[in-house]
T-cell receptor, first 113, second 112 residues
Framework: GAVVSQHPSWVICKSGTSVKIECRSL??????MFWYRQFPKQSLMLMAT?????????EQGVEKDKFLINHASLTLSTLTVTSAHPEDSSFYIC?????????FGQGTRLTVV | GDSVTQMEGPVTLSEEAFLTINCTYT??????LFWYVQYPGEGLQLLLK?????DKGSNKGFEATYRKETTSFHLEKGSVQVSDSAVYFC???????????FGKGTMLLVSP
């Protein structure tokens, strides 16, 4: 079946630095990818929709300057957390739709110290 | 807008017990319905799906039937195992490239 690969699976960074998370669709092309954030024991919160060849669409309350999304090709989307702070620590998950379902990356555990 | 409501957890069961996790939805048109499972520290894995009314999705002993008349997609398993302990998310998708709408998730804890 279709596979979405997300990298890294975990990362620890210092406050003020930036972290890039990659999401790749391995055996299909994804013109759209979704980025979610998940807090402990909570559901997934959609942060933004990444569109190949155009700007990402951000959900209300998500800072676009903090969470930079680039959909460089039909198989790669990246999320960069800029100037990270401890409150950005979370589990980030990407997803690529392939009708009728969606495939998820393994998730990235970000810890900002 | 679309929404998914699923029973709150945690659901605590003994091994070999019967499992039901309720899920109801609100959506326009004819959405596709899904159950995803998330094991600790991992992403989401598709457990089963149904794309039209009266379809039954099944996988690994889990089943769910798309009931349009009751707008429900309850997850069932006849005999749970310790390895089934995870968080289960009910979700719907209204159209081909729209995002999924998730329920809040239900944690299942199965003890030996």
């Amino acid at each position: 079946g279709a596979v979405v690969s997300q990298h890294p699976s975990w990362v620890i960074c210092k406050s003020g630095t930036s972290v890039k998370i990659e999401c790749r669709s391995l055996d299909f092309q994804a013109t759209t990818m979704f980025w979610y954030r998940q807090f402990p024991k909570q559901s997934l919160m959609l942060m933004a929709t990444s569109n190949e060849g155009s700007k990402a669409t951000y959900e209300q309350g998500v800072e676009k300057d903090k969470f930079l999304i680039n959909h460089a090709s039909l198989t790669l989307s990246t999320l960069t957390v800029t100037s990270a702070h401890p409150e950005d620590s979370s589990f980030y998950i990407c997803s690529a739709p392939r009708d009728p379902e969606a495939f998820f990356g393994q998730g990235t555990r970000l810890t900002v110290v | 807008g679309d929404s998914v409501t699923q029973m709150e957890g945690p659901v605590t069961l003994s091994e070999e017990a019967f499992l039901t996790i309720n899920c109801t939805y609100t959506a326009t048109g004819y959405p596709s319905l899904f159950w995803y499972v998330q094991y600790p520290g991992e992403g989401l894995q598709l457990l089963l799906k149904a794309t039209k009314a009266d379809d039954k999705g099944s996988n690994k002993g889990f089943e769910a039937t798309y009931r349009k008349e009751t707008t429900s997609f309850h997850l069932e398993k006849g005999s749970v195992q310790v390895s089934d302990s995870a968080v289960y998310f009910c979700a719907l998708r209204s159209s081909g490239y729209s995002t999924l709408t998730f329920g809040k998730g239900t944690m299942l804890l199965v003890s030996p």
